[in-house]
């Protein structure tokens, strides 16, 4: 993932970003911008900004739901207390709109 620097891209209502502490060490987590967040972007308070990849097109209302839900108390050795939902929520799908040919499909055994 290139940070905002490298596509132009800005954490406006709705974008998808990759999380990370440090430039470089983003993995599996994601934001989902609830307003405009620019300060995310380059050359506001980080001079890299963060990986912006995605957009929600539908569904805005549901991202708000999930916003205000129940927030566990549980210590985290990460730094994510606080942050982190009592209930787990699972994303069903999620497409590819640009017209470019998607990865192909990874298959888990069950």
Request: proline share 5%; aromatic share 6%; net charge neutral.
């Amino acid at each position: 993932m290139k940070s905002t620097k490298v596509t132009g891209l800005s954490h406006t209502d709705g974008t998808i970003s990759m999380a990370r502490y440090d430039v470089g060490t983003a993995s599996n987590g994601f934001t989902i911008s609830v307003g405009d967040m620019t300060y995310m972007d380059a050359g506001q308070d980080d001079p890299d900004g963060f990986a912006a990849f995605g957009k929600v097109t539908k569904g805005m209302d549901v991202v708000k739901k999930i916003l205000n839900g129940k927030i566990t108390k549980e210590k985290f050795e990460s730094g994510w207390d606080g942050q982190m939902l009592a209930e787990p929520v699972t994303i069903l799908s999620a497409k590819r709109i640009d017209g470019s040919k998607p990865p192909a499909p990874v298959t888990t055994p069950d």
